[in-house]
């Protein structure tokens, strides 16, 4: 079993040609709807301690949302929407496409060998949203029709609650893990049991607490490590 790790929401910066699409806006950058504080530092943690591979996007998802599919109302932000189809073109082929195309060509090459992958889509969440309280610190999303998805999630679950039996962990929350995503179109290409697409949200609560959050990295870390051996 080969486990992928993926930032979509690594960064907030804006490549210098698009910077005018951002002028004054450097809050709103800096803000969730910018990038996933957190994320890449998790995935960096778990890469070394789980010799996992990690794949991340270079560009705030203000520009493109790497983890939307094309159509979507929300792949391109207020900021660059009103480019002229051959500028959003170009974004898609400079920044979007590269990163999903890596993912799906490194999936397919480990299944071409027989084994399963499991896919973990980090993410950070607010803690509140629209004036309402997210009660949660890490939230596991998956589809519940896959089989392997759920076994791996309740197992992963369990050892986290272990670890720490104050840590609020949930199950398909702050969002549905059936939601338009990377992972979501990826099992339409990969079958279940072969390919399980997790997405991983933690709350930035804890990102900001920074002794806490190093704990908190190691103890995802040793958690998933459990889980990831449970299954095999």
């Not at 080969?2 to 699409?21: M, Q, R, S």
Request: hydrophobic share 40%; net charge neutral.
């Amino acid at each position: 079993m080969d486990l992928l790790l993926t930032c979509e929401h690594a960064t907030n910066h804006i490549p210098a040609e698009y910077a005018d699409l951002f002028v004054d806006s450097q809050e709103v950058l800096a803000s969730h709807r910018g990038w996933d504080p957190g994320s890449l530092a998790l995935g960096r943690t778990l890469e070394r301690r789980l010799s996992a591979v990690l794949f991340r996007t270079t560009v705030s998802r203000l520009l493109v949302e790497v983890n939307r599919s094309p159509g979507n109302r929300q792949l391109f932000s207020e900021f660059s929407r009103s480019l002229d189809a051959e500028a959003k073109e170009a974004i898609l082929q400079r920044y979007y496409w590269p990163h999903r195309r890596q993912v799906e060509t490194w999936i397919e090459d480990r299944l071409s060998i027989a084994t399963r992958v499991v896919h973990l889509s980090l993410h950070t969440f607010v803690p509140e949203l629209h004036g309402q309280t997210r009660n949660a610190d890490i939230g596991l999303l998956y589809d519940p029709r896959r089989d392997a998805e759920k076994a791996f999630c309740d197992r992963w679950h369990d050892a986290l609650r272990d670890a720490n039996k104050d840590l609020r962990v949930r199950r398909n929350y702050p969002y549905l893990g059936r939601s338009d995503g990377l992972t979501t179109a990826l099992r339409r290409r990969f079958p279940d049991p072969f390919y399980a697409g997790i997405e991983l949200e933690v709350n930035q609560a804890l990102v900001c607490e920074a002794s806490g959050w190093r704990r908190l990295k190691r103890g995802i870390a040793d958690a998933l490590d459990s889980a990831l051996s449970a299954s095999r």
